[in-house]
């Protein structure tokens, strides 16, 4: 194996959970995991552990079945993704988990099934996997990860044993990303991550804690005036990922309306706290909430593909009203 199994934070965890589950097996588990935190990694150890031959308490990955498993051909181990992303988990592929699990184990031991993220079951496949969940047959086990199980069917929820997967803390997540080779630019990918470790990892390897502070440098030579929208959105058009770019204004627009009410003790960069209450007093709050909504509506535009310069054209425009003097520009 390349690397370890768990990531350092959720080792206690997975021990609390198996040690549960040898005492008291459940036949489904949904486990509740927030983004970027490594919920995906986490239930892939389970279920590998599941089908493992050896009896350490982690998988041995040496044995015939962690082998498959690694090159992702164990045969009696079922994934279920969304064909893309934002795309529903439908019906057919629900009745593929039934036609799994209505054959013979391979390996003589465990099948696994695992859904993610199960929020996207679509209706129709929630209640196609009913049935399932109640009787799942012999040595199965069901593995459903989401990140918010309130949107699943109750019927779905109260037929699994429910976990909630532990976050990083900022200490360990901080620590984390040292030995990942972070840098000085840990601490901002970070706040940039909103404390996910493995998102920040991500952001990093992109550069974007470094794309920060040129894009925060646009965002106060907009307000100010300094710099043309046209000229600005075809910078940030050639940095590639829109919805990052969103995501950090999105933050900006936070932190801008906390110091606005006075609130700075939970801003998401804080060490920009000068700067905002610099601008602060010039922008005026309707306009932020209007941008807000811009950026909220901007991941539908995106999906929908509309022009995406002129998308990013439109932000730019935007902040160079936040002003009290703007709106002629
Ligand atoms: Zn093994």
């Not at 181990?77 to 629900?94: G, H, Q, Y």
């Not at 799994?100 to 465990?110: E, I, T, V």
């Not at 989401?146 to 699943?152: H, I, M």
């Not at 620590?175 to 706040?191: F, K, R, Y």
Request: hydrophobic share 45%.
């Amino acid at each position: 194996m390349t690397q370890a199994l768990l990531w350092p934070w959720q080792t206690l965890f997975y021990e609390r959970l198996r040690q549960a589950h040898a005492q008291r097996p459940a036949h489904a588990l949904l486990l509740q995991a927030a983004a970027g935190h490594g919920g995906e990694q986490f239930v892939r150890a389970l279920a590998m552990h599941q089908l493992c031959q050896g009896d350490a308490a982690l998988a041995c990955g040496q044995c015939r079945s962690c082998q498959l498993f690694l090159a992702g051909t164990h045969p009696d181990f079922l994934s279920l993704l969304p064909e893309e992303t934002d795309a529903p988990i439908k019906v057919d592929a629900v009745r593929q988990v039934v036609g799994f699990l209505q054959q013979r184990a391979q390996f003589g031991g465990w099948r696994v099934v695992l859904i993610e993220p199960a929020e996207r079951m679509n209706v129709q496949a929630a209640n196609a996997l009913l049935k399932t969940l109640e009787e799942p047959g012999e040595r199965v086990l069901l593995l459903l990860l989401s990140e918010r199980p309130s949107e699943l069917l109750a019927t779905v929820r109260s037929r699994c044993q429910v976990w909630v997967l532990p976050r990083a803390s900022g200490a360990q997540a901080q620590d984390w990303l040292q030995t990942q080779g972070g840098g000085e630019w840990a601490g901002v990918a970070l706040q940039m991550a909103r404390a996910a470790p493995l998102r920040a990892q991500a952001l990093l390897a992109a550069d974007w804690p470094r794309r920060r502070s040129a894009l925060w440098a646009d965002v106060q030579a907009l307000h100010s005036g300094r710099r043309d929208a046209i000229a600005v959105a075809a910078t940030w058009k050639s940095w590639g990922d829109t919805l990052i770019l969103a995501d950090i204004l999105a933050q900006w627009v936070e932190d801008l309306l906390c110091c606005r009410l006075g609130r700075t003790e939970d801003l998401h960069h804080p060490d920009l706290v000068s700067d905002y209450d610099s601008m602060v007093t010039s922008i005026q709050t309707e306009r932020l909430h209007a941008f807000w909504q811009r950026l909220i509506a901007l991941r539908r535009d995106l999906a929908g593909h509309l022009q995406l310069q002129l998308l990013l054209e439109t932000l730019a425009l935007d902040i160079a009203r936040w002003s009290r003097r703007g709106g002629l520009r």
